[in-house]
């Protein structure tokens, strides 16, 4: 059996003592190249998985990515091997430039800035974005914004990809773009989505949460369709 990419042990968060955790006793594992989507109803603990993933909140139960503890000491290694696109893209675009943004996740690593910025150019072409490479983010619609924050991750090719909400706010055919762009991807990648046919595109297996456990986890994802229609009653 290949190491986990992703794995939580009996994982639970609660954000306060007298509410119900936001995520309870979750236990799942990622392998190499696996794309999972994460389904779940609004509050369902979708974004408080990915946080407890990089060690954003504090957390009960083991959790690893590639092999590796997450713990204080472990956090900044832990997160150096993670894309994480955050629910609201603006909040992961620092830089004047929508270039230099992408092309810093590489010139933090110790890439030259020549080569930086043609892979940026690169990564934001693979997305159609190569037109936005000299504009400000502040500028941007928010469609364009998730795709300069998409290459800001993609370029890094980390071993783990966690997206919240990718498709959200995209064009019909960037939706399209996308989802065949990360099944060509070869990092591991879990996906928080309310998109049905845009996980159906880009990933080959899910997991559903409600009320943060997860009550569904396979390759069906007629099953999550048949829950929503039940939920929709
Ligand atoms: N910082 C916080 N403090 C207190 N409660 C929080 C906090 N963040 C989230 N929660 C609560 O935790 C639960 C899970 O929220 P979370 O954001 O993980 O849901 P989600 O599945 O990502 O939802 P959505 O589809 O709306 O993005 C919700 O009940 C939410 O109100
Ligand atoms: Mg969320």
Do not use: T, Y
């Given at each position: 059996m290949t190491r986990a990419v992703l794995n939580f042990e009996h994982v639970a968060v609660r954000y306060h003592e007298n509410r119900p955790p936001a995520l309870n006793d979750v236990s799942f594992a990622i392998h190499p190249g696996e794309r999972v989507a994460l389904f779940g109803l609004n509050g369902s603990g979708k974004t408080t998985l990915f946080l407890a993933a990089v060690g954003l909140v504090p957390y009960e139960g083991i959790i690893t990515v590639g092999g590796q503890v997450l713990g204080k000491k472990s956090l900044a290694e832990v997160r150096s091997k993670i894309g994480f696109l955050f629910n609201?893209?603006?909040?992961?675009l620092l830089f004047p430039r929508v270039v230099d943004d992408v092309a810093f996740t590489l010139i933090r690593k110790g890439a030259p800035a020549p080569e930086a910025r043609q892979k940026a150019l690169e990564a934001l072409a693979s997305l159609g974005a190569d037109s936005l490479a000299e504009r400000p983010p502040h500028e941007l619609s928010h469609g364009e914004r998730l795709r300069t924050a998409l290459a800001g991750i993609l370029v890094?090719?980390?071993?783990?990809l966690l997206l919240d909400?990718?498709?959200?706010?995209?064009d019909p055919p960037a939706k399209k773009r996308l989802a065949r762009q990360l099944g060509d991807c070869p990092s591991a990648m879990l996906v928080a989505t309310h998109d049905i046919s845009f996980a159906r595109l880009s990933c080959q297996r899910c997991i559903m949460l409600e009320h943060g456990r997860i009550v569904l986890e396979g390759q069906s994802f007629d099953e999550v369709e048949t829950r929503w229609d039940l939920y929709g009653r």
């Open positions: 609201v893209p603006e909040d992961q890094g090719n980390p071993l783990l909400e990718p498709s959200a706010g995209l």
